[in-house]
Nanobody, 124 residues
Framework: EVQLVESGGGLVQPGVSLRLSCAAS????????MNWVRQTLGKGPEWISS????????TYADSVKGRFTISRDNAKNTLYLQMNSLKPEDTDVHYC?????????????????WGQGTQVTVSS
């Protein structure tokens, strides 16, 4: 059974950093590209970032480019999202999601498993 478990969210002030983690199990983690997506209740998902199987290729949404860094540790079956210079508009539930294959895609329809999400709230 595929499981994705996010952690690391919280309530922080603008300008600070958080690091999200996603522990993966139930599949060969190193064989799939992975992704971070965020969503506000009542709105569609917003793709944030994706990483290839080996971690050498990454891509980011314009809204987070230069502030967020996606990475993975295939030995630990864990995906990370380092979030710096957080802004109030980053407030959302953040999800990690597994791609259907190894190739990077930003199309959320190509993500077949999602975690339960972790809330990030940025407020002064």
């Amino acid at each position: 059974e595929v499981q994705l478990v996010e952690s690391g969210g919280g309530l922080v002030q603008p300008g600070v950093s958080l690091r999200l983690s996603c522990a993966a199990s139930g599949f060969t983690f190193a064989s799939y590209s992975m992704n971070w997506v965020r969503q506000t209740l009542g709105k569609g998902p917003e793709w944030i970032s994706s990483i290839d199987t080996g971690g050498s290729s990454t891509t980011y949404a314009d809204s987070v480019k230069g502030r967020f860094t996606i990475s993975r540790d295939n030995a630990k079956n864990t995906l990370y999202l380092q979030m710096n210079s957080l802004k109030p508009e980053d407030t959302d539930v953040h999800y990690c999601a597994k791609s259907k294959g190894p190739k990077i895609t930003t199309n959320t329809d190509e993500f077949d498993y999602w975690g339960q999400g972790t809330q990030v709230t940025v407020s002064s």
